[in-house]
């Protein structure tokens, strides 16, 4: 049995609004000792700028979606839709007989279900309507239909959803956790149940099950107040992704990252950490 350690990374604009963002981003995968990341806005070369530096190998689809993975990367598949939104996957072969198909998504950021419910108070049936109304249900959809093949043999062959969903999830929005979101709670927030109904299974909160005691917010450690003026609190949420299925999987740990206590936006050139998401990280073991 072997361990596999798997991070979903939103790189912010490629890292841009960092100064020195490329050696921080190789930074903290180095030091996470990461053996695949599903990275989202890579601004088209920080896949492969990434995988060079590393010495590894790599798939960049369009300018947003990129996998890299210290082991052979055998198959590529899935393109996103020009907007750079949707899914791109690969098999990585992590030995003569092991092999583990692995798809990395983003979908669309707007409308944001916890602004609806956090600033605007909206009922809890206009959230699910706008969460459908943003494209991210139908996205979500479209991916799981590219990934039912690779589902239906996921005994044999494990499968890993990594992704920024830009949405929130029902494991999160539980009666009990209403406190920490607005008082809404319980919601059924149709992409997370989507992947859940497909066999997906979220390995941060497996291997966190109580969303009071670990929230695992990714969105956003820059962003304490909302970007309005207004002086609200900004809605943290857990919008990034770890899931899975497949019983040659089984969740030793999950994380979120975030490292060097950034300072909140604007105030991010010298940032040690070069995004606006959290990072989550999953280490698993592979029979």
Not at 44 to 49: C, K, L
Not at 60 to 82: C, K, M, W
Not at 172 to 196: F, I, N, Q, R, T
Not at 200 to 213: C, E, I, K, T
Request: hydrophobic letters at 40%.
């Amino acid at each position: 049995m072997r361990e596999l350690k798997v991070m979903s990374w939103n790189l912010w604009l490629g890292g841009s609004p960092v100064e020195d963002h490329r050696a921080k981003q190789l930074k903290v995968l180095l030091e996470a000792d990461i053996d695949v990341v599903g990275l989202q806005e890579t601004a088209g070369t920080a896949t492969r700028e990434l995988a060079e530096a590393l010495g590894w190998h790599h798939h960049q689809a369009g300018h947003n979606l990129g996998v890299i993975s210290r082991y052979p990367i055998t198959d590529r598949f899935g393109e996103p839709a020009p907007s750079g939104y949707g899914a791109t996957g690969v098999t990585v072969r992590l030995d003569d007989t092991k092999g583990v198909t692995v798809w990395n998504a983003h979908l669309n950021h707007t409308p944001y279900g916890p602004y609806d419910a956090c600033l605007d108070r909206r009922p809890v049936p206009v959230l699910v309507e706008h969460e459908r109304a943003s494209g991210r249900v139908a996205g979500i959809e479209d991916i799981l239909r590219a990934m039912a093949r690779g589902l239906a043999t996921r005994d044999a062959t494990p499968v890993l959803l990594l992704g920024d969903f830009n949405a929130p999830s029902h494991l999160d929005w539980a009666e009990a956790a209403a406190p920490l979101h607005g008082g809404y709670g319980p919601v059924a927030w149709p992409v997370s149940k989507a992947a859940e109904e497909a066999g997906l299974r979220d390995s941060y909160r497996m291997a966190h099950p109580d969303p009071v005691s670990a929230p695992g917010a990714t969105w956003s450690p820059l962003h304490p107040l909302h970007e309005d003026g207004s002086g609200r609190a900004e809605p943290q949420d857990r919008i990034d992704y770890v899931l899975f299925a497949g019983d040659g999987l089984t969740v030793l740990d999950s994380t979120t990252l975030v490292t060097g206590g950034p300072s909140p936006y604007p105030a991010v050139a010298a940032n040690t950490w070069p995004s606006d998401h959290a990072a989550v990280i999953t280490t698993f073991a592979v029979r």
